[in-house]
């Protein structure tokens, strides 16, 4: 598994798509932060976060994916998340993540979902 | 509108503007909307917020304020009041100074009343925020502790059923990473039987896997090095890292592998020390991973063995087909033959082969070794005597081409001893050769019983081997033992031997039996004897009579096995 986790976006209209790989601890958390205030001052209205590649996140990961999800909620966009293993889809449950952020199985179910009409 | 109407009416909107920047859904931190609307409400010029945070004073500045940032003071005021043209407002809650707020440039030419307003709206403001904060830390460690709780527990369950143990190693090394909040770790498993360890890294490895094997871990298996880039751990220094936390993935008496996470790091980016709680979460981990392991090697040596029986069973049945299937039926003689294996194949043999002109040869023989290289030799052994018996003139001859057959073909340096009998009934002659074998006991019809010696080395041992052909008049009456030496070896639970004396003592007790309840009473008499220890030598015995009468009282099949 990658020592840094990287982090690649794409752009769907006002969807934007993030793909992580590797571990999410702060290094990776400040990298999906970074991006997603990012996309969300470019106007994104939501965020869908593709966790395939991924296969470990630490309480400090979480801690700015919480940060990330707060600032989605202030500028009344959405997050949603999806490819989680069971384990982090049971961590993000517990940890509250799942209370405000959507979780699909995948990227096709989560852009549908955040796509459709409110 | 007058001149004091329009001021009351632009102080009105900047009152409103500054209870706006208030809300909290404004995207500026709180200390920056404080100073924004203590600027407002004291028609201020300047205003700043200090913040007592973790590192020290945290300045934020109303972003409508004008000129240089303002530098922390090194000391702030004890209680309200004006310090060189600028307005001191502690902010406590509860007795407790948050911070300060500063302003600078007021109309007010008394500002005691508006400094203990401020002080005290604010105040309470930054309060609720700093309880509201702690609740939700509080709440977030909660959290996490319940996720350390579940996760053991789905380890648990993970593991019980995880029988690929590479799978199971990411499963463990990912969980206590992820819990410890560690940067990397390394996971190795020892390797058995020579095998090379398993080793699981993320983040780079922190262990050299191929000497961790020999680490000697202190009581309790678990080492804290929270100076590791300076001090050995477990005697080696790990560059790539600052601090770690290992230890043993184990069972009681065995070391199955060392579990080692490194670098437990802070939201602020530092590296922390491990602590004992990290250290016991770990060794929960380890303790489940050792488990799992233990399972998982059971559960293959469980396979192995049910394999390994099936293949047994295969070769025992393969086996008993050498055996013969029935006595001949040769005038003048009685016979019983018999064998009972100490696992499901073993390393003796005994057969039967009807002659010209009413003559009978048999064999009894015993293969050095167990289990399937024996059975396997045993196999050799009849092929090569069904196929030389017939082109063989003497018993000299036969021995010696099995000999040579044993020598040329035999994988194994083994060997085996082995009686071969003649019994001429016509001439009353037993034609024999003893290649190593226990002394066959031969019972003349007055009761005397003399022993037959071996008349040569076991077959296959030597390179020259040689054997003599002995003669024993064989006449009415008289009686044949023939047996391996699982008999006379045979052990009690005081590790006493049945002993030749004993067997020969029981054969002259019961020389008036047929040959096939002779040879059952031995068999029974043996197993009293041991009283239920389990025997590791095969046990055979073949019995020959020569009759008074040329009938025949053989009764029914041999007993290959019992």
């Given at each position: 598994m990658n020592e840094t986790c990287r982090v690649s976006v794409e752009r769907r209209g006002d969807v934007a798509v993030f793909w992580?790989?590797?571990?999410?601890?702060?290094?990776?958390?400040?990298?999906?932060?970074?991006?997603?205030?990012?996309?969300?001052?470019?106007?994104?209205?939501?965020?869908?976060?593709?966790?395939?590649?991924?296969?470990?996140?630490?309480?400090?990961?979480?801690?700015?994916?919480?940060?990330?999800?707060?600032?989605?909620?202030?500028?009344?966009?959405?997050?949603?998340?999806?490819?989680?293993?069971?384990?982090?889809?049971?961590?993000?449950?517990?940890?509250?993540?799942?209370?405000?952020?959507?979780?699909?199985?995948?990227?096709?179910?989560?852009?549908?979902?955040?796509?459709?009409?409110? | 509108?007058?001149?004091?109407?329009?001021?009351?009416?632009?102080?009105?909107?900047?009152?409103?503007?500054?209870?706006?920047?208030?809300?909290?859904?404004?995207?500026?931190?709180?200390?920056?909307?404080?100073?924004?609307?203590?600027?407002?409400?004291?028609?201020?010029?300047?205003?700043?917020?200090?913040?007592?945070?973790?590192?020290?004073?945290?300045?934020?500045?109303?972003?409508?304020?004008?000129?240089?940032?303002?530098?922390?003071?090194?000391?702030?005021?004890?209680?309200?009041?004006?310090?060189?043209?600028?307005?001191?407002?502690?902010?406590?809650?509860?007795?407790?100074?948050?911070?300060?707020?500063?302003?600078?440039?007021?109309?007010?030419?008394?500002?005691?009343?508006?400094?203990?307003?401020?002080?005290?709206?604010?105040?309470?403001?930054?309060?609720?925020?700093?309880?509201?904060?702690?609740?939700?830390?509080?709440?977030?460690?909660?959290?996490?502790?319940?996720?350390?709780?579940?996760?053991?527990?789905?380890?648990?369950?993970?593991?019980?059923?995880?029988?690929?143990?590479?799978?199971?190693?990411?499963?463990?090394?990912?969980?206590?990473?992820?819990?410890?909040?560690?940067?990397?770790?390394?996971?190795?498993?020892?390797?058995?039987?020579?095998?090379?360890?398993?080793?699981?890294?993320?983040?780079?490895?922190?262990?050299?896997?191929?000497?961790?094997?020999?680490?000697?871990?202190?009581?309790?298996?678990?080492?804290?090095?929270?100076?590791?880039?300076?001090?050995?751990?477990?005697?080696?220094?790990?560059?790539?890292?600052?601090?770690?936390?290992?230890?043993?993935?184990?069972?009681?008496?065995?070391?199955?592998?060392?579990?080692?996470?490194?670098?437990?790091?802070?939201?602020?980016?530092?590296?922390?020390?491990?602590?004992?709680?990290?250290?016991?979460?770990?060794?929960?981990?380890?303790?489940?991973?050792?488990?799992?392991?233990?399972?998982?090697?059971?559960?293959?040596?469980?396979?192995?063995?049910?394999?390994?029986?099936?293949?047994?069973?295969?070769?025992?049945?393969?086996?008993?087909?050498?055996?013969?299937?029935?006595?001949?039926?040769?005038?003048?003689?009685?016979?019983?033959?018999?064998?009972?294996?100490?696992?499901?194949?073993?390393?003796?043999?005994?057969?039967?082969?009807?002659?010209?002109?009413?003559?009978?040869?048999?064999?009894?023989?015993?293969?050095?070794?167990?289990?399937?290289?024996?059975?396997?030799?045993?196999?050799?052994?009849?092929?090569?005597?069904?196929?030389?018996?017939?082109?063989?003139?003497?018993?000299?001859?036969?021995?010696?081409?099995?000999?040579?057959?044993?020598?040329?073909?035999?994988?194994?340096?083994?060997?085996?001893?082995?009686?071969?009998?003649?019994?001429?009934?016509?001439?009353?002659?037993?034609?024999?050769?003893?290649?190593?074998?226990?002394?066959?006991?031969?019972?003349?019809?007055?009761?005397?019983?003399?022993?037959?010696?071996?008349?040569?080395?076991?077959?296959?041992?030597?390179?020259?081997?040689?054997?003599?052909?002995?003669?024993?008049?064989?006449?009415?009456?008289?009686?044949?033992?023939?047996?391996?030496?699982?008999?006379?070896?045979?052990?009690?639970?005081?590790?006493?031997?049945?002993s030749l004396d004993r067997l020969e003592r029981a054969f002259v007790d019961r020389l008036s039996m047929t040959a096939r309840d002779?040879?059952?009473?031995?068999?029974?008499?043996?197993?009293?004897?041991a009283e239920g220890v389990p025997q590791y030598d095969d046990q055979t015995l073949v019995i020959v009579r020569r009759n008074t009468?040329?009938?025949?009282?053989?009764?029914?099949?041999?007993?290959?096995?019992?």
């Amino acid at each position: 598994m990658n020592e840094t986790c990287r982090v690649s976006v794409e752009r769907r209209g006002d969807v934007a798509v993030f793909w992580t790989d590797g571990y999410i601890n702060n290094q990776g958390g400040e990298e999906i932060a970074r991006e997603a205030y990012s996309e969300l001052d470019r106007g994104a209205r939501a965020l869908i976060m593709n966790l395939e590649k991924t296969r470990i996140v630490n309480s400090i990961g979480i801690s700015i994916l919480i940060e990330v999800l707060e600032k989605v909620m202030e500028r009344k966009a959405v997050l949603a998340f999806c490819g989680l293993t069971p384990t982090i889809d049971k961590t993000f449950r517990i940890m509250g993540l799942a209370q405000y952020a959507a979780i699909y199985p995948t990227e096709d179910e989560a852009f549908r979902a955040v796509s459709a009409p409110a | 509108m007058t001149d004091s109407a329009v001021r009351t009416a632009s102080r009105i909107d900047d009152l409103t503007r500054a209870l706006a920047a208030l809300r909290p859904e404004t995207e500026s931190p709180l200390a920056v909307r404080i100073a924004q609307a203590a600027r407002a409400l004291a028609g201020a010029r300047r205003a700043a917020v200090f913040l007592r945070e973790a590192n020290g004073w945290v300045p934020s500045f109303d972003s409508a304020s004008e000129g240089p940032e303002w530098e922390t003071p090194a000391r702030f005021p004890d209680r309200a009041g004006v310090s060189e043209g600028r307005l001191w407002v502690p902010l406590e809650a509860e007795g407790e100074v948050h911070g300060f707020l500063a302003l600078e440039g007021l109309e007010a030419d008394d500002p005691t009343e508006l400094a203990a307003s401020l002080g005290l709206i604010f105040g309470a403001m930054l309060g609720v925020s700093r309880l509201s904060k702690l609740v939700k830390d509080a709440e977030f460690e909660v959290k996490a502790r319940l996720l350390e709780l579940e996760s053991l527990y789905d380890l648990g369950l993970s593991l019980a059923g995880q029988l690929d143990v590479s799978a199971l190693a990411d499963e463990v090394l990912y969980r206590s990473i992820s819990l410890t909040d560690a940067r990397k770790g390394t996971l190795v498993l020892f390797g058995e039987r020579g095998a090379p360890p398993l080793s699981r890294s993320v983040g780079g490895e922190i262990l050299p896997p191929g000497a961790t094997e020999a680490w000697e871990l202190p009581a309790g298996d678990v080492v804290i090095n929270n100076e590791a880039s300076r001090v050995p751990t477990a005697g080696v220094c790990f560059t790539d890292c600052e601090k770690c936390l290992l230890v043993s993935i184990a069972v009681p008496e065995r070391r199955l592998g060392v579990l080692a996470v490194a670098d437990k790091e802070s939201r602020d980016g530092r590296v922390l020390d491990f602590t004992t709680a990290d250290a016991r979460l770990l060794s929960l981990f380890a303790n489940q991973a050792a488990a799992a392991v233990e399972t998982t090697r059971l559960h293959r040596e469980a396979i192995e063995k049910e394999r390994i029986e099936r293949e047994l069973e295969l070769a025992a049945a393969i086996q008993r087909q050498l055996l013969p299937r029935e006595l001949p039926q040769i005038p003048g003689l009685e016979l019983a033959g018999a064998t009972r294996p100490t696992r499901q194949v073993g390393g003796d043999y005994f057969d039967f082969f009807p002659l010209s002109r009413g003559r009978l040869g048999f064999v009894v023989a015993d293969v050095s070794g167990k289990g399937i290289p024996a059975a396997l030799l045993v196999s050799t052994v009849h092929a090569a005597i069904h196929l030389q018996i017939d082109a063989s003139d003497t018993i000299v001859e036969l021995v010696s081409r099995i000999d040579r057959h044993l020598q040329r073909f035999s994988a194994t340096h083994k060997f085996l001893t082995l009686f071969f009998g003649l019994v001429e009934p016509d001439a009353s002659v037993l034609r024999y050769v003893s290649a190593g074998h226990n002394p066959a006991l031969l019972a003349r019809g007055s009761g005397e019983v003399e022993r037959l010696h071996a008349t040569g080395v076991p077959v296959g041992l030597l390179p020259n081997g040689s054997w003599k052909e002995e003669t024993a008049p064989f006449s009415s009456g008289d009686l044949l033992c023939v047996y391996s030496d699982g008999f006379t070896e045979a052990t009690n639970a005081e590790e006493e031997e049945f002993s030749l004396d004993r067997l020969e003592r029981a054969f002259v007790d019961r020389l008036s039996m047929t040959a096939r309840d002779l040879s059952d009473d031995l068999f029974r008499e043996v197993s009293l004897f041991a009283e239920g220890v389990p025997q590791y030598d095969d046990q055979t015995l073949v019995i020959v009579r020569r009759n008074t009468e040329h009938g025949t009282r053989n009764t029914g099949e041999p007993v290959p096995a019992r």
